[in-house]
């Protein structure tokens, strides 16, 4: 059974969906609470260069925090930024829904304020541009009505006035747009001004215009209601409101200026249906773009919250890398596992030797009484304290940490770099960690409270053995000696070497030391010893005023932190200032808008004028991307096709014809759109909801669906011209009153019968109706070409194409085979306006009208297609850093994992709080612990051959050999703690799913035993040596914890442990002795033991022990 105290989190791969589920309903809510963290550097550069030096917690807590508010997304009620527009479903535009149709004017602002200004930078960024455009053209616009002004020979000077003025402010708008200093709040001017110059043309342009007509200004005033709406930066509601201002004010000068016409309203209700109809256009290229640029904003924005979230993990898997590894070795380690698998018949060995360095040894002396008075968890949040303060001290004397061994820490000083001071700064480490102690002693009352340490200098060879729990160590000749320094030291007392003292010069005192009399290694080997004297000058002064609080079980305050106390006295645990999530993603959002520039991704690419990719790979990607607003596209068909039909059965006389072609294609585009709705119908069969979803993510598919719906609703809008009746008036009346052409007057008119505006009587005497009002015909093409506009994802060469062949068409028809029309009506109105001649005619109006609105809608497109492009190429760059980043969070994971237990990783890396970061314990019951170590070891190395590496290389291939068994399935259970020496440490059911009920784990590692004496063996065979192995085991309750803030190391305490380990020390060469426990849980297990008899345990007095012989063969482990 397993007690977790501390609770480790999910699992990282858990975590990390969880998170990204998070992010995807951010997107899909808009909300802006996943929140992320300023950009930092690339994670390799956390390894390679100087400023890998994290700081673990201010990394650590805004990953908390980051994390925190990702699982709180459903549960704000202020998170949704676009929950309008997510219910505004595309099957309920398809559907007609009024409901749904209804919230495309409803706001579409980001609830979250700073997410909105965010957008508003990005669209700023986006349609700064597009801006500029609008300005161009409505120049063109002025410059066109200038030009047609005075080729009318108007005489007055108003109009002339008023059109050089809008282009002086139209100039003034063009280089504010394109100046390097134009903001979003110039922007925002701009646009009102803009209308307002609009509204001015507007007016212009009906109410001082010859000849006058209701239908004057119809086509410039449906162009500026176009390109307000589609090139304009505004929202739907001011977009709208801007159209419905337009109209309405051409609207009304029209009736100012032509209410004596009694056909008038005939051309009024034409152009209420023509402003109608260019609004909806509007909307639905409004609403999908500026859905569109939100979505995609979100989407980009989700992208690098993914990203960041993992280059945060990143960071913190690379500082527990660093932490436990030196950075040199880390290097070398992930270059050959990121590299390609060499073959060889050895594992690399990662190595170092090192000159002229000190090692420092430190035991914790009265460790035993210390632990009697405190609770497992105090203990291991002293040990994590006090060996946090130990590693804040071996940083300011430069020296490395190397291992914790319960209670004993040793580090080196003069490696990676090397230091001529490498010895001064091992005394001054020793000296402050009994000051640190002293500490501990005073406020505790363990008077036996000390530490023990002791110094030698000379060389070593340093790094990590094994393929599992790397761990960084040294080992040497020097190194032992300087472990047995420590063992004959005297508590309180920095204990060195004559190598020590000859480093040292004469900047300590000493005394001497007499070690060979406590340690029989020193005497052995004649070592002379020395004390550095107390109470002498130090190099540096560091003094602690105020005594350490120790965590007690009585007297705590609710909420107190038990550790505080200690974490300020012991100078660890300073306060970090944590900035908001919520602003280091937005800040960093916004250096990316910022530095976008739209002119070079677009010239590094997409090619300039078809707007395909350079890259075939993203234009075969870009290929399949679905259009999620095709379906609204067809709904604008809908409407518009009843609307250009009323504005022809309105002003041009009736033909069954026309009743026949407007509801066949009306029907068919309906048809479109309800099989295009068939996905989403819950109702139908599968075979043809599968059928509509691979055909709507055709993209092939639905260009055709487009071109062919633009087709039909130009085709319906032109179809009327054939029913008409063509003759030449003037050619016809010449020659019924045998006169010229030039002769035919207003009065050859009234004696004809013929009116302007009454088209049933024509010069022929034909039962076919004429028009006077042909520039309706145009009015209808001009909306069908808008349609254009509509289906934003339509590819822009395939409207170019469109565009060009229905302004071929129109021109053949008005210019060619049915001028007459247009003729006739330049004749009819000129006549019954009392002018004499025609100054400009209808068909060369309708020409320009034809290629100003083609160039504006071509433009449009390139401007559309290559937004949307460079938006996918931003989505597209931020998805790969994001795979990037997620492939090196899972390559970093397979490291942390050899560095820690995964679930002990994984609750260090996805802590909740400050203090769960720096300390992390478990009470287990039923573990089983091993001991294996190779008792001859130390006699087969030697450094006279290659200075003990070869004999390391063995020792790496023998260690390596044990890891791969552990790597097989039956042996997931047991968990590798750590190698120390020639001592291989492993123990099993540290976990709730690795301890059974049944004591699987127990047998599981007594398997492992067996598995790795056997495999010593055949070592032994191949390379001619007898190795002999001493195995111990023992089950029960452990603690289990991470120590050490700055450098974690985890590992398990208890007196099971310390049994274990004495089944190991106590054993017998090639025999593997247990406790009477492992024999109880095993002998029901088929297992074979020898009954050893009571044995001497250091601590533990007598205790019987049992040697394991091997299995029954009947049994289901053999």
């Given at each position: 059974m397993l007690d977790n105290s501390v609770h480790p989190a999910p699992s990282i791969t858990a975590s990390i969906q969880k998170t990204e589920k998070a992010a995807e309903l951010n997107r899909e809510n808009g909300n802006s609470s996943v929140e992320l963290t300023k950009p930092v550097q690339s994670s390799s550069s956390v390894i390679n260069g100087s400023q890998s030096k994290v700081n673990p917690?201010?990394?650590?807590?805004?990953?908390?925090i980051l994390n925190r508010t990702a699982e709180a997304i459903n549960d704000s009620p202020d998170c949704s930024c676009l929950r309008q527009e997510d219910d505004l479903d595309l099957q309920d535009l398809g559907c007609m829904n009024i409901k749904s149709l209804l919230k495309l004017f409803r706001s579409k602002k980001f609830k979250n304020w700073k997410l909105e200004r965010l957008f508003q930078l990005y669209f700023f960024k986006l349609n700064q541009n597009n801006l500029s455009i609008m300005m161009a053209l409505m120049l063109v616009i002025c410059t066109i009505q200038l030009i047609y002004h005075f080729v009318c020979g108007s005489s007055g000077a108003a109009k002339a006035v008023f059109i050089s003025v809008f282009i002086v402010i139209l100039i003034v708008h063009q280089i504010l747009c394109n100046h390097s200093a134009f903001s979003q709040r110039l922007m925002t001017i701009v646009c009102w001004s803009t209308c307002i110059v609009a509204c001015a043309m507007v007016l212009t342009m009906t109410l001082d215009v010859v000849p006058r007509s209701a239908s004057t200004g119809v086509s410039d005033t449906v162009f500026l209601i176009f390109i307000l709406y589609v090139l304009l930066p505004v929202r739907m509601r001011q977009a709208v409101l801007f159209g419905i201002i337009l109209a309405s004010t051409h609207m009304i000068s029209s009736v100012a200026v032509n209410y004596i016409d009694e056909f008038s309203w005939k051309q009024l209700l034409s152009n209420f249906f023509i402003f109608i109809c260019v609004n909806v256009i509007g909307i639905f290229t409004h609403y999908p773009t500026e859905m569109g640029e939100r979505r995609a904003f979100l989407e980009t924005r989700r992208y690098i919250v993914a990203r960041l979230i993992t280059q945060r993990e990143n960071q913190q898997q690379e500082r527990l890398l660093l932490s436990v590894l030196p950075r040199h070795v880390a290097m070398e380690m992930k270059a050959d596992i990121a590299g390609l698998p060499k073959d060889s018949m050895f594992h690399k060995i990662y190595i170092q030797r090192h000159e002229n360095v000190s090692i420092l040894f430190?035991?914790?002396?009265?460790?035993?009484?210390?632990?009697?008075?405190?609770?497992?968890?105090?203990?291991?949040?002293?040990?994590?304290?006090?060996?946090?303060?130990?590693?804040?001290?071996?940083?300011?004397?430069?020296?490395?940490?190397?291992?914790?061994l319960g209670d004993c820490y040793y580090c080196v000083c003069g490696l990676p770099e090397p230091r001529a001071d490498h010895a001064h700064c091992c005394v001054e480490m020793g000296l402050d960690m009994i000051e640190a102690i002293a500490l501990v002693r005073s406020v505790t009352g363990v008077d036996v409270l000390n530490m023990r340490v002791g110094i030698h200098s000379g060389r070593v060879h340093c790094g990590v053995l094994g393929l599992r729990k790397w761990q960084f160590d040294v080992w040497s000749d020097d190194v032992t000696l300087a472990n047995s320094m420590e063992a004959g030291g005297i508590p309180g007392r920095v204990h060195v070497t004559e190598e020590v003292v000859r480093w040292l010069g004469n900047d300590y005192q000493v005394e001497p030391g007499n070690g060979e009399e406590r340690n029989h290694y020193l005497r052995l080997r004649c070592i002379k010893t020395y004390l550095i004297k107390e109470d002498q000058t130090r190099v540096k002064e560091r003094k602690y005023t105020s005594p350490i609080r120790t965590p007690r079980r009585d007297g705590k305050k609710i909420g107190e932190d038990p550790t505080q106390a200690i974490r300020e006295k012991l100078g660890i645990g300073d306060k970090q200032e944590i900035k908001e999530p919520d602003d280091e993603v937005n800040e960093y959002l916004g250096q990316a808008i910022n530095g976008r520039s739209i002119e070079y991704l677009r010239s590094q690419h997409v090619r300039p004028i078809l707007l395909t990719f350079r890259n075939p790979e993203m234009e075969a990607k870009y290929a399949v991307v679905r259009d999620d607003m095709f379906k609204s596209h067809l709904v604008c068909a809908i409407i518009m096709l009843p609307l250009i039909c009323a504005v022809q059965l309105v002003i041009i006389p009736s033909s069954n014809v026309v009743l026949v072609v407007f509801p066949v294609f009306w029907l068919t585009i309906?048809?479109?759109?309800?099989?295009?709705?068939?996905?989403?119908?819950?109702?139908?069969?599968?075979?043809?909801?599968?059928?509509?979803?691979?055909?709507?993510?055709?993209?092939?598919?639905?260009?055709?669906?487009?071109?062919?719906?633009?087709?039909?609703?130009?085709?319906?809008?032109?179809?009327?011209?054939?029913?008409?009746?063509?003759?030449?008036?003037?050619?016809?009346?010449?020659?019924?009153?045998?006169?010229?052409?030039?002769?035919?007057?207003?009065?050859?008119?009234?004696?004809?019968?013929i009116k302007y505006g009454d088209e049933t009587n024509n010069c022929t005497g034909s039962t076919s109706a004429t028009s006077h009002f042909p520039e309706y015909v145009l009015f209808s093409v001009v909306s069908a070409m808008l349609s254009n506009a509509v289906f934003i994802k339509a590819s822009n060469l395939l409207k170019l194409t469109i565009l060009i062949a229905m302004s071929i068409v129109f021109l053949v028809l008005s210019m060619v085979t049915h001028v007459s029309l247009y003729d006739n009506r330049d004749f009819l109105l000129y006549t019954y306006l009392g002018y004499s001649e025609t100054t400009f005619s209808l068909k060369w109006i309708s020409m320009a009208t034809i290629l100003l609105f083609s160039?504006?809608?071509?433009?449009?497109?390139?401007?559309?297609?290559?937004?949307?492009?460079?938006?996918?190429?931003?989505?597209?760059?931020?998805?790969?850093?994001?795979?990037?980043?997620?492939?090196?969070?899972?390559?970093?994971?397979?490291?942390?994992?050899?560095?820690?237990?995964?679930?002990?990783?994984?609750?260090?890396?996805?802590?909740?709080?400050?203090?769960?970061?720096?300390?992390?314990?478990?009470?287990?019951?039923?573990?089983?612990?091993?001991?294996?170590?190779?008792?001859?070891?130390?006699?087969?190395?030697?450094?006279?051959?290659?200075?003990?590496?070869?004999?390391?290389?063995?020792?790496?291939?023998?260690?390596?050999?044990?890891?791969?068994?552990?790597?097989?399935?039956?042996?997931?259970?047991?968990?590798?703690?750590?190698?120390?020496?020639?001592?291989?440490?492993?123990?099993?059911?540290?976990?709730?799913?690795?301890?059974?009920?049944?004591?699987?784990?127990?047998?599981?590692?007594?398997?492992?035993?067996l598995a790795i004496r056997e495999q010593l063996q055949y070592v032994n065979s191949h390379c001619f040596n007898n190795f002999q192995m001493r195995i111990g085991i023992s089950v029960g309750p452990v603690v289990a914890g991470v120590i050490g803030a700055r450098k974690p190391?985890?590992?398990?305490?208890?007196?099971?442990?310390?049994?274990?380990?004495?089944?190991?020390?106590?054993?017998?060469?090639?025999?593997?002795?247990?406790?009477?426990?492992?024999?109880?849980?095993?002998?029901?297990?088929?297992?074979?033991?020898?009954?050893?008899?009571?044995?001497?345990?250091?601590?533990?007095?007598?205790?019987l022990t049992y040697l394991l012989k091997g299995r029954n063969v009947e049994s289901p482990e053999a």
């Open positions: 917690t201010e990394t650590n807590s805004r990953l908390k430190a035991d914790i002396c009265g460790f035993t009484a210390l632990s009697s008075q405190c609770t497992a968890q105090e203990l291991v949040r002293m040990l994590n304290e006090l060996f946090a303060r130990f590693d804040k001290l071996a940083a300011e004397n430069n020296c490395l940490r190397i291992k914790i309906i048809i479109f759109c309800v099989f295009c709705s068939f996905e989403s119908n819950l109702c139908l069969p599968e075979n043809m909801k599968l059928l509509s979803y691979r055909m709507m993510s055709n993209r092939i598919f639905t260009q055709a669906i487009s071109m062919t719906t633009i087709v039909m609703v130009f085709v319906a809008s032109l179809f009327c011209m054939f029913a008409l009746n063509t003759t030449d008036l003037k050619n016809c009346l010449a020659r019924i009153y045998n006169i010229s052409e030039s002769e035919v007057t207003n009065a050859v008119l009234s004696n004809s019968g160039a504006t809608l071509f433009i449009h497109a390139q401007q559309v297609e290559s937004t949307s492009r460079l938006d996918f190429i931003w989505k597209q760059q931020a998805h790969e850093e994001k795979e990037e980043m997620a492939s090196l969070r899972t390559y970093n994971m397979k490291l942390v994992a050899n560095i820690l237990p995964l679930h002990v990783a994984e609750h260090f890396l996805k802590s909740q709080n400050k203090k769960d970061e720096d300390l992390y314990y478990q009470d287990c019951d039923n573990v089983c612990v091993m001991f294996a170590t190779i008792a001859n070891f130390f006699e087969f190395y030697m450094e006279y051959y290659n200075e003990g590496v070869e004999c390391l290389r063995l020792l790496n291939e023998i260690i390596a050999d044990f890891d791969e068994i552990l790597g097989q399935e039956r042996f997931l259970c047991i968990e590798k703690i750590k190698t120390t020496g020639a001592t291989y440490m492993a123990a099993s059911g540290l976990t709730e799913k690795t301890n059974f009920a049944d004591n699987r784990h127990v047998i599981a590692a007594t398997e492992y035993a190391q985890y590992d398990i305490w208890g007196n099971t442990v310390n049994v274990a380990s004495r089944m190991d020390s106590t054993g017998e060469l090639g025999a593997i002795q247990v406790t009477q426990e492992v024999h109880n849980v095993l002998s029901k297990n088929g297992y074979i033991f020898e009954c050893r008899g009571n044995i001497k345990v250091k601590g533990k007095g007598d205790m």
